[in-house]
């Protein structure tokens, strides 16, 4: 390889000019101020902000990612953009759509000022994007590169509510979060808030079509992502599979109504649109919020809680799943559109994480069994999966006394989950082996409905 020799180098004119001018940061930078950070931040678009130095302990399940994509982050920037609140709110998706989509463009836009002020200061700094597009190329492990909910509490922006959301003490719900990564340390950290703007009022539970937000505080990831998600990545991917076993448009029609083709069209060219996210549109929660609901809570429910439940409206739900019962329990005149399960897994590993994502309380209901899996081949691992009453335990290794031992050629397991190998030949050909009782493996489907 050929290097430029460092006298022609020196006397090369971008270099001639920055030598002849002051640096625009000292070598051995001293902490930088937070208040005039929080000024930068403002006056590039943001509502609030606050600091997370990268050793704090609530970075720690993440501190590896964030160094891996951006090795020189010292401190985490966490700032929020408000969103209007009668959009979200709105039982049409376009007018709640165009607001998501718009406070999101005004996070990215935000983050890119506040870097580029930075920049000119001397600061080196990265935004990252608000939610999507993100790492796709990780599906269906985790995407992102930073979560922005756990950095916004530790910045002292909010906490997150029963709908799993980061409420702001006084912006509510109805806020979008932001990370700019810094290579600076800053002179006051921010610090979580001490108390939980959540008002626990379950309003949230009782909106979601799909049931996902369980009074009890479990969360249906699934429910949610099959409905609320399904313009995004995984109902594409269903979508599009659809497509490739049709084998005539009107075969096509007769599984796709003409309406979710064409929503689908309409994501595909302004942006992937949320089916619901009503959580957030009913929650009351945050002190600009909560008045109406405080003087005369029957007619805030009345008036914004009644119109997302009464409307008439497809819910999308994987057959046999707990999501399926809710619409046809809680809301008859919605109807249950089922769909495939796309949070296929690719590899053991991202199959024994995503039990808990998937998994389905109501399926588990006087289910008490201990599974014992051994995968062989590829990904040698072991695994003790513990369902008791309604309750899920996942750990590495095999624990006490099982019910159910499965042993299975890794590939094959994977192979049978996404529905392209049989089971019955696979255990045929002993590429997957089982002892106990054949009802508990059916029971166990059940748990994980696909
Ligand atoms: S709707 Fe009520 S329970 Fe749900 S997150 Fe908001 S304040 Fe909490």
């Known amino acids: 390889m050929n290097h430029t020799p460092a006298k022609a180098l020196r006397n090369h004119p971008t270099v001639r000019r920055l030598l002849d001018k002051p640096p625009a940061q000292a070598k051995d930078t001293p902490a930088l101020e937070a208040a005039w950070l929080g000024k930068i931040a403002l006056e590039a678009g943001a509502e609030d902000v606050g600091f997370v130095g990268m050793e704090r302990a609530e970075l720690a399940p993440q501190r590896e990612d964030i160094l891996r994509a951006f090795p020189f982050a010292k401190t985490l920037l966490s700032f929020v953009c408000r969103?209007?609140?009668?959009?979200?709110?709105?039982?049409?998706?376009?007018?709640?759509?165009?607001?998501?989509?718009?406070?999101?463009?005004?996070?990215?836009?935000?983050?890119?000022?506040?870097?580029?002020?930075?920049?000119?200061?001397?600061?080196?700094?990265?935004?990252?994007?608000?939610?999507?597009?993100?790492?796709?190329?990780?599906?269906?492990?985790?995407?992102?590169?930073?979560?922005?909910?756990?950095?916004?509490?530790?910045?002292?922006?909010?906490?997150?509510?029963?709908?799993r959301n980061v409420i702001h003490p006084v912006f509510g719900s109805f806020i979008l979060l932001?990370?700019?990564?810094?290579?600076?340390?800053?002179?006051?950290?921010?610090?979580?808030?001490?108390?939980?703007?959540?008002?626990?009022?379950?309003?949230?539970?009782?909106?979601?079509?799909?049931?996902?937000?369980?009074?009890?505080?479990?969360?249906?990831?699934?429910?949610?992502?099959?409905?609320?998600?399904?313009?995004?990545?995984?109902?594409?991917?269903?979508?599009?599979?659809?497509?490739?076993?049709?084998?005539?448009?009107?075969?096509?029609?007769?599984?796709?109504?003409?309406?979710?083709?064409?929503?689908?069209?309409?994501?595909?060219?302004?942006?992937?649109?949320?089916?619901?996210?009503?959580?957030?549109?009913?929650?009351?929660?945050?002190?600009?919020?909560?008045?109406?609901?405080?003087?005369?809570?029957?007619?805030?429910?009345?008036?914004?809680?009644?119109?997302?439940?009464?409307?008439?409206?497809?819910?999308?739900?994987?057959?046999?799943?707990?999501?399926?019962?809710?619409?046809?329990?809680?809301?008859?005149?919605?109807?249950?559109?089922?769909?495939?399960?796309?949070?296929?897994?690719?590899?053991?590993?991202?199959?024994?994480?995503g039990l808990p994502l998937v998994f389905q309380p109501g399926r588990a209901k006087g289910l008490r069994a201990t599974y014992h899996f051994r995968f062989t081949g590829e990904e040698t691992l072991n695994a003790t999966v513990v369902i008791h009453d309604r309750t899920l335990e996942v750990r590495e290794g095999l624990h006490g006394q099982p019910d159910f031992r499965l042993t299975a050629d890794g590939k094959t397991w994977l192979g049978f989950l996404a529905g392209e190998i049989n089971l019955v030949g696979a255990l045929l050909r002993r590429k997957i082996r089982f002892r106990g009782a054949p009802k508990l493996l059916q029971a166990f489907g059940r748990c994980f409905p696909t």
């Open 83 to 163: 969103m209007n609140r009668e959009n979200i709110r709105a039982p049409s998706r376009s007018v709640a759509n165009l607001e998501f989509h718009q406070s999101a463009d005004a996070v990215n836009e935000t983050g890119r000022r506040i870097v580029r002020t930075l920049e000119r200061h001397g600061v080196r700094a990265a935004n990252t994007a608000v939610g999507f597009p993100m790492e796709a190329d990780r599906w269906p492990a985790k995407m992102w590169v930073i979560s922005h909910k756990p950095v916004a509490e530790a910045a002292g922006l909010g906490r997150m509510g029963l709908h």
């Open 178 to 353: 932001g990370t700019v990564v810094l290579d600076a340390t800053v002179d006051h950290e921010s610090r979580p808030i001490d108390y939980n703007p959540c008002l626990e009022c379950k309003l949230c539970v009782g909106a979601c079509p799909t049931g996902a937000i369980g009074a009890d505080g479990h969360f249906d990831f699934s429910a949610c992502y099959t409905h609320n998600y399904r313009e995004f990545m995984g109902g594409f991917a269903d979508w599009a599979e659809t497509v490739a076993a049709s084998t005539s448009a009107s075969g096509y029609r007769k599984k796709v109504a003409d309406a979710e083709s064409v929503s689908l069209w309409q994501s595909l060219s302004f942006g992937a649109n949320y089916k619901a996210a009503y959580c957030l549109s009913v929650c009351p929660a945050g002190e600009d919020v909560i008045r109406p609901f405080l003087e005369d809570r029957k007619r805030f429910i009345a008036d914004v809680m009644r119109p997302l439940q009464d409307k008439s409206e497809t819910v999308y739900v994987i057959a046999g799943s707990d999501a399926e019962d809710h619409v046809r329990r809680r809301f008859p005149h919605k109807s249950a559109r089922r769909v495939r399960n796309t949070l296929r897994p690719t590899s053991i590993r991202t199959f024994l994480s």
